[in-house]
């Protein structure tokens, strides 16, 4: 089992966890906004560290990232399958064709 796999079966498991007891249980019981903001704000921690260039500081706020946009997910209900479906029928397909064919 890859890493996202086993941290998506983590914060599956802690959705009915008390939130007294579970981070996640306690996130995920503030709401979809709440969770949005939190990924936010740890989006822009990973992105000061990616300026600084501090290796170390960076690896762990995108650890952060990546929890708190699972967490962000399964606040709506997106399955992190689905995001991995996108990525994976995206594959092969050059960035600037894939970006000109979105209709948004």
């Known amino acids: 089992?890859?890493?996202?796999?086993?941290l998506w079966a983590t914060i599956d498991a802690r959705r009915s966890a008390d939130p007294d007891d579970?981070?996640?249980?306690?996130?995920?019981a503030k709401g979809p906004e709440k969770c949005a903001e939190k990924f936010g704000e740890e989006a822009v921690e990973a992105i000061i560290?990616?300026?600084?260039?501090?290796?170390?500081?960076?690896?762990?706020?995108?650890?952060?990232?990546?929890?708190?946009?699972?967490i962000m997910l399964a606040a709506r209900d997106v399955p992190l399958a689905d995001v991995l479906a996108e990525l994976d029928r995206r594959g092969g397909t050059s960035g600037l064709a894939?970006?000109?064919?979105?209709?948004?």
């Open 1 to 6: 089992m890859h890493s996202l796999d086993r």
């Open 49 to 70: 560290e990616a300026v600084k260039g501090d290796r170390d500081r960076l690896t762990s706020e995108a650890a952060d990232v990546l929890y708190h946009l699972c």
């Open 98 to 104: 894939e970006k000109a064919s979105r209709k948004d």
């Open 22 to 28: 579970s981070w996640t249980a306690r996130l995920l």
